[in-house]
């Protein structure tokens, strides 16, 4: 019995390992097929709107008044990945716009400014070996869309009412040779030692007034002698990012830090830009989106409510100086929003 055993035996053990070699070949060939299915460009986006009008005749007291806004939220991304490199590139507007009725004689009218945020970010990664590590560069740029004055208003109030922000005045830039770690695909962490940041302000008189960053210089009571159109500094940055979908891709979550020192200037003021976006799906391609942005630059001032009344009344002069209840200074600007939206990839 045992001269047939043994070979019975060798031959079902060739057959189990020639089995399990076919299954090892052909899970690797569904995986690399997958990969490969993954490579290429991804892109997509989606939109949000914030439309709300209302309006009333003869309103009994108490009824409130009319009021109508515009706006909304746009994001696109436009990915490509390789066997061992990837590109990212993300595009992103915030817009958003009111006008009130009157409800005494001396109120202004016309459309007040919410928000207005314009940003273009772009990140390329060459993987190093077969890790989680990477070798990239990343880059950003941020401006703003709309001409606005002094008042917050879209046109001028008044006469001294001037203007103080429009497209390109200013623009934020950066660009960042470092490292990016990766150790999930919901996770990163990118690190510069000698990232670039440099604001430019394409506008002379809105220039002149100082207050977008741009380097100035003041007398002794606070009006601007000479100013550059430009800022230029070299430092250290991180960012972080994280983004996930939960409970059958219902919630979406995505999270971003970044984080600059100036080795020029101050390098110990650390400016921030902490953002948050969850998004809730209502039905397939419509969603509900909550937003919340934390931003500071210790050289990019900001509007104070000085009297608390939750009114940011300021007249800003051509020296530089401010008139009014409110006045500008450092400080960090801390953004809220919900809308819906509707998605697209494609």
Same mark, same amino acid.
């Not at 869309?145 to 001028?156: D, E, M, R």
């Not at 530089?320 to 919900?338: E, H, M, N, V, Y």
């Given at each position: ?43 997509g ?8 009008g ?26 490509h ?7 990212n ?25 919410n ?21 990239a ?13 002094? $008042? /917050? #208003? &879209?046109?001028?109030?008044d006469?001294? !009412? ?8 200013? +623009? ?9 770690y ?8 990118f ?69 600059? $020192? /100036? #080795? &020029?200037?101050?390098p110990?003021?650390? !400016?921030?830009?902490?953002?948050n976006?969850?998004?809730? +799906? ?22 104070k ?42």
């Open positions: 019995m045992k001269i047939f055993i043994y070979p019975l035996f060798l031959l079902l053990s060739i057959h189990v390992n020639l089995f399990a070699q076919a299954g090892d070949d052909r899970l690797k060939e569904i995986s690399a097929m997958a990969k490969k299915d993954s490579l290429g460009w991804t892109k986006g989606g939109i949000g709107f914030d439309l709300a209302m309006g009333l005749v003869n309103p009994k007291i108490g009824a409130g008044g009319s009021r109508i806004g515009l706006g909304g939220l746009g994001t696109f991304f436009a990915n990945k390789a066997e061992k490199s990837y590109w590139n993300g595009f992103s507007l915030q817009l958003s716009a009111q006008r009130l009725g009157k409800s005494n004689p001396n109120q202004k009218t016309g459309f007040q400014k928000l207005d945020v314009l940003r273009l970010t772009s990140r390329y990664g060459y993987q190093l070996g077969t890790g989680k590590w990477f070798l560069a990343d880059a950003f740029a941020q401006t703003l869309i709309l001409k606005t004055y002094a $008042s /917050n #208003y &879209l046109t001028p109030i006469a001294n !009412d001037k203007v103080v922000a429009k497209f390109l005045a200013p +623009v934020q830039l950066t660009f960042s040779p470092g490292i990016d990766k150790p999930t695909p919901h996770l990163s962490f690190y510069s030692p000698c990232g670039i940041q440099m604001i430019f302000v394409s506008d002379d008189s809105i220039a002149a007034r100082g207050i977008h960053g741009n380097k100035v210089t003041r007398e002794a009571d606070g009006s601007i002698s000479k100013y550059s159109k430009s800022f230029f500094g070299l430092g250290s940055e991180f960012k972080a990012a994280y983004n996930n979908k939960y409970f059958n891709d219902r919630l979406s979550v995505t999270n971003g830090l970044r984080l600059f $020192s /100036n #080795y &020029l200037d101050n110990q003021n650390i !400016d921030v830009l902490f953002s976006n969850f998004s809730i +799906v209502i039905f397939k391609g419509l969603s509900l989106d909550l937003l919340g942005e934390y931003f500071y630059d210790h050289d990019v001032l900001v509007q409510d000085g009297n608390g009344d939750g009114i940011y009344q300021i007249q800003l002069n051509a020296d530089g100086t401010t008139t009014g209840p409110d006045r500008i200074g450092r400080g960090g600007q801390l953004t809220g929003a919900f809308l819906l939206k509707f998605s697209k990839i494609f």
